[in-house]
């Protein structure tokens, strides 16, 4: 099981929609046993995902129930859900230091492992010490920036910072791999673009190589697709089968999607693959 964090130094980047849209994505094109941990506050991630009975929520003894079963087969192409709330264990308590919840965390991806291919995370924001204990745990991890100033610095310290990333590989968790940064709800105005160049000054070497892109960087676009999608709890690619309207921006996040799932390992799909895929669910 890969285990992918997406977290952020401050709210309002759009974390949960892009993990969302992930867990979609992983299980309607991939075909992964997708489990997603919701530890944010509140639990927005389970309420997207519950909302259109698109995914199971689980209940704590759930993850009680497997310590010590041999793997048995789960259906591919489905998303389970596991809110804090539900799991015994993860509640921080003030003065532990996160020695235990980070143990906890540990101890329940070990359980999990042999009934997921895809484990991903949500947390509070950063410096939240619940986030530091999961990037001290994962395979990899993801950051989603807004074209901002204040953005910037806030990434500087994600990257840099005390328990930023550079401190937690070097001290915790030396197989972390940070998958990058991606700029997201991008939009094509002269002050994004102005604010995507100083960006690319001050961090290009923690942006997402994209040699197919117009910048030669991966970033998420603003679509309003995203949110609708949200709203009703599916998929965009939900959307896409429904209006063809929706099909050119179902198009435009699954061309970022396969570069992240190809920096997790899996198998990118080429570009004629992907678009016989698309057109055959359009067609269904």
Not at 39 to 48: D, I, K, M, N, W
Request: hydrophobic content about 45%.
């Amino acid at each position: 099981m890969k285990t992918l964090l997406i977290a952020a130094e401050k709210g309002g980047t759009g974390r949960t929609a892009l993990l969302c849209q992930l867990a979609h994505y992983f299980c309607l094109v991939s075909k992964l046993r997708v489990l997603v941990i919701d530890l944010a506050e509140p639990a927005c991630s389970t309420v997207s995902l519950a909302r259109a009975c698109k995914a199971a929520v689980l209940g704590g003894q759930w993850a009680t129930a497997l310590a010590g079963e041999p793997p048995r087969s789960t259906s591919k192409g489905c998303i389970q859900v596991l809110p804090a709330r539900a799991i015994h264990g993860l509640t921080f308590e003030l003065g532990d230091g996160g020695a235990r919840y980070h143990a906890n965390v540990r101890h329940l991806l070990s359980v999990v492992a042999p009934f997921a291919d895809v484990c991903l995370i949500d947390c509070p924001p950063l410096p939240d010490m619940r986030t530091v204990c999961v990037e001290a745990t994962v395979d990899a991890m993801l950051s989603p920036i807004l074209l901002s100033r204040e953005a910037f610095d806030s990434a500087v310290e994600l990257i840099n910072g005390v328990q930023g990333v550079r401190d937690v590989r070097a001290r915790l968790n030396p197989s972390l791999r940070f998958i990058g940064l991606l700029p997201n709800m991008v939009e094509h105005t002269p002050f994004q673009q102005a604010q995507a160049r100083a960006l690319e000054a001050r961090l290009s070497a923690w942006l997402i190589p994209d040699p197919q892109g117009p910048h030669g960087y991966l970033h998420m676009p603003r679509l309003d697709e995203i949110a609708k999608a949200q709203a009703a709890g599916v998929s965009v690619l939900d959307l896409a089968r429904a209006d063809q309207v929706a099909r050119t921006p179902w198009r435009a996040m699954r061309a970022c999607f396969d570069v992240i799932a190809r920096r997790l390992d899996w198998a990118e799909p080429s570009l004629a693959d992907g678009e016989a895929f698309d057109e055959q669910v359009f067609r269904a």
